[in-house]
């Protein structure tokens, strides 16, 4: 778990360590709500919101990158402080959008 007010520097420094085609996962403190991370190629993202919206943005660049991470993390986790950070193997975000994690 990570501070919400680091959060953003330590996310695009796992994100661009992350190789190709694996993904990387942010929760809400409750797990709730949810962001995905895959690595698509060199310098691009695609990224699956699951939380108050559902959306998938592909082929986000990484000058992008950034900007786009301050807006969900605003959106989706706006009371939070603690942000749960899952590394996932290889995962494909069409299919695999059901994955779920334990319910404590």
């Known amino acids: 778990m990570i501070d919400k007010s680091s959060a953003i520097q330590t996310l695009l420094e796992r994100l661009e360590k992350l190789p190709s085609g694996h993904c990387l996962e942010i929760r809400t403190y409750k797990r709730n709500r949810r962001i995905m991370f895959r690595r ?48 996932l193997g290889p995962v494909f975000l069409e299919q695999d959008a059901k994955l779920e994690r334990k319910i404590l």
């Not at 990224?47 to 900007?67: A, C, S, T, Y």
């Not at 786009?68 to 899952?86: A, D, H, N, T």
Request: overall charge positive.
């Open 40 to 87: 698509d190629a060199q310098a691009t993202w695609s990224i699956l919101q699951e939380g108050f919206e559902h959306r998938l943005h592909q082929g986000v660049p990484r000058d992008k990158l950034r900007k786009l991470l301050q807006s969900l993390l605003r959106k989706e986790f706006p009371r939070s402080s603690k942000i749960r950070v899952y590394v």
